[in-house]
């Protein structure tokens, strides 16, 4: 597919032609581009899942992430696939998209987005970060548990870190937390994470 298809597609043509070969695709400038999350990646997002649901069951709040979702910003030349979604049960049915196509095209229909930086982190900085600002999804962090991304995003000298962007009349503020410095979220105001638990989470357990 990426390589058949050479011209710029729209969202509702990138899900037409989305092959069934169990690969995971995002739609970036009209452009396919595969989505091949390494080991360590996934264990990040899975240590940060577990944290999450354990959130939301124990303060029994209106929430569910999903498997799977996309999220198509204003422009119809783009949709991407976070690495976790949370989104709200209360307005989840108003967004026209989510019944047939697990993509969310409102901002009100999510209340966090995570990304985890990886060889591509110039699109979760430079790109996505706009584009959910523009939709007005009220939380987006960036996860750089490797330290990717441009000193200009994350400092000097360089360190892993979570950047939290919360909207605040229509633009995103954000704080940024490092070591053991915990995170500090308004859909999660109880939860304890912070940037050495996720790196002490890729450490092999004792045998």
Same mark, same amino acid.
Request: net charge negative.
């Given at each position: 597919?990426?390589? #058949? @298809?050479?011209?710029?597609?729209?969202?509702?043509? !990138?899900?037409?032609?989305?092959?069934?070969?169990?690969?995971?695709? &995002? +739609?970036? *400038?009209?452009?396919?581009? %595969? /989505?091949?999350?390494?080991?360590?990646?996934?264990?990040?997002?899975?240590? /940060?899942?577990?944290?999450?649901?354990?959130?939301? &069951?124990?303060?029994?709040? %209106?929430?569910?992430?999903?498997?799977?979702?996309?999220?198509?910003?204003?422009?119809?030349? #783009?949709?991407?696939?976070?690495?976790?979604?949370?989104?709200?049960?209360?307005?989840?049915?108003?967004?026209?998209?989510?019944?047939?196509?697990?993509?969310?095209?409102?901002?009100?229909?999510? $209340? +966090?987005?995570? &990304?985890?930086?990886?060889? *591509?982190?110039?699109?979760?900085?430079?790109?996505? @970060?706009?584009?959910?600002?523009?939709?007005?999804? #009220?939380?987006?962090?960036?996860?750089?548990? +490797?330290? +990717?991304? #441009?000193?200009?995003?994350?400092?000097? %000298?360089? $360190?892993? @870190?979570?950047?939290?962007?919360?909207?605040?009349?229509?633009?995103?503020?954000?704080? $940024?937390?490092?070591?053991?410095?915990?995170?500090?979220?308004?859909? !999660?105001?109880? @939860?304890?994470?912070?940037?050495?638990?996720?790196?002490?989470?890729?450490? %092999?357990?004792?045998?």
């Amino acid at each position: 597919m990426v390589q #058949a @298809l050479e011209r710029s597609l729209t969202f509702d043509e !990138f899900l037409e032609s989305y092959p069934d070969d169990e690969n995971l695709y &995002e +739609l970036m *400038n009209g452009a396919v581009v %595969p /989505v091949k999350p390494t080991g360590p990646h996934g264990r990040v997002s899975a240590f /940060v899942l577990r944290k999450l649901i354990v959130e939301v &069951e124990k303060e029994d709040l %209106p929430f569910f992430i999903p498997q799977t979702c996309y999220v198509k910003p204003q422009s119809d030349k #783009a949709g991407y696939l976070p690495d976790l979604v949370v989104l709200d049960e209360r307005t989840i049915d108003e967004d026209p998209r989510w019944q047939k196509e697990s993509t969310i095209s409102k901002g009100t229909s999510a $209340q +966090l987005v995570i &990304e985890i930086t990886s060889s *591509n982190w110039r699109d979760d900085y430079e790109r996505k @970060l706009p584009d959910y600002e523009e939709m007005g999804i #009220a939380e987006y962090w960036i996860i750089d548990y +490797l330290a +990717l991304g #441009a000193s200009r995003h994350i400092g000097s %000298p360089k $360190q892993p @870190l979570i950047t939290v962007y919360q909207l605040l009349d229509g633009e995103y503020q954000f704080m $940024q937390f490092r070591g053991t410095e915990p995170v500090r979220s308004q859909v !999660f105001p109880n @939860l304890s994470l912070s940037v050495d638990d996720i790196l002490a989470a890729l450490q %092999p357990r004792p045998k």
